[in-house]
């Protein structure tokens, strides 16, 4: 007999009704003080959003992406870079290793005053905020980083002598045979950073010097305890987080079928 396998869409569209619901019982459940209600139910968090509308939403929305997508970029290329490092030139792997750890565990709090006294922020409204880019940058590097290393070191060891016993040197080993093995786990890598540079460019925002940005709305949200709005900020950030997430899945797919377990050209 052959076993029943729920589609991918099937049991997505099932947990987010499921969320919902759990949602909306909350917001009854939970008690209000007068006009304030700490959980809003879906609807009045709808509201909220239309009521606000793009032109309030989008030009915060759009300083943040940008300061994610360029952490993003810099953060993972560095963090390639090192792990490529470490393949050319071992006796780096354990100061590489130690350095992922440190941007990783490092108190976000006690070196956001630091950033912003040595970067400052954004120099006008709209632009992208040097200490918001280099917190999304902080945020993608360990990932990036231990899982090239761990593609990267997972290379047919028989290929790696082929190349050797021809006379390639650790770099050719690294572009010949270690990069394509290394393939699927650099892009699940790059997949995860996705969602940690967006919120190390929130993150980034809440330390000030800039006018706009999920940050500084999100901060004037919870001021005046507009709930419903949070409620909304914290709905458009995930839908944002989660598309670029699948975005650079679907383009994983596209490089590499192999890594999602389907064959070329299928």
């Known amino acids: ?98 350095f992922a750890v440190i941007t990783y565990c490092v108190p976000i709090v006690a070196i956001g005053p630091l950033a912003i006294v040595i970067l400052g922020g954004a120099k006008t409204a709209g632009d992208p905020s040097a200490t918001a880019v280099f917190f999304a940058a902080l945020s993608v590097m360990f990932t990036t980083i231990v899982g090239a290393l761990l593609g990267l070191k997972a290379a047919d060891k028989a290929a790696l002598d082929v190349v050797a016993v021809y006379g ?10 270690r990069l394509i093995a290394a393939l699927p786990s650099i892009l699940n890598a790059l997949q995860i950073a996705v969602p940690a540079a967006f919120l190390g460019a929130i993150l ?29 900020l914290f709905l458009l950030c995930a839908i944002v987080a989660i598309i670029g997430f699948a975005i650079v899945g679907l383009i994983g797919r596209v490089i590499a079928p192999w890594s999602a377990g389907t064959k070329a050209g299928v």
């Open 168 to 177: 390639g040197s650790r770099l050719t080993q690294l572009r010949k045979v």
């Open 204 to 232: 980034g925002e809440y330390f000030g010097k800039i006018e706009r940005g999920v940050g500084p709305i999100l901060v004037a949200a919870q001021v005046s305890l507009n709930s419903p709005r949070v409620w909304g």
């Open 1 to 98: 007999m052959r076993a029943f396998r729920m589609p991918g869409w099937a049991s997505s569209l099932i947990g987010a009704v499921a969320i919902i619901a759990v949602w909306w019982l909350a917001s009854i459940i939970v008690p209000t003080t007068g006009t304030y209600a700490p959980v809003p139910s879906p609807p009045a968090v709808l509201e909220t959003l239309v009521t606000d509308g793009i032109g309030f939403y989008w030009p915060n929305f759009s300083v943040t992406i940008a300061e994610a997508g360029i952490g993003y970029f810099w953060g993972n290329l560095i963090a390639l870079i090192l792990a490529a490092l470490v393949l050319i030139f071992p006796f780096l792997d354990g100061v590489i290793n130690q």
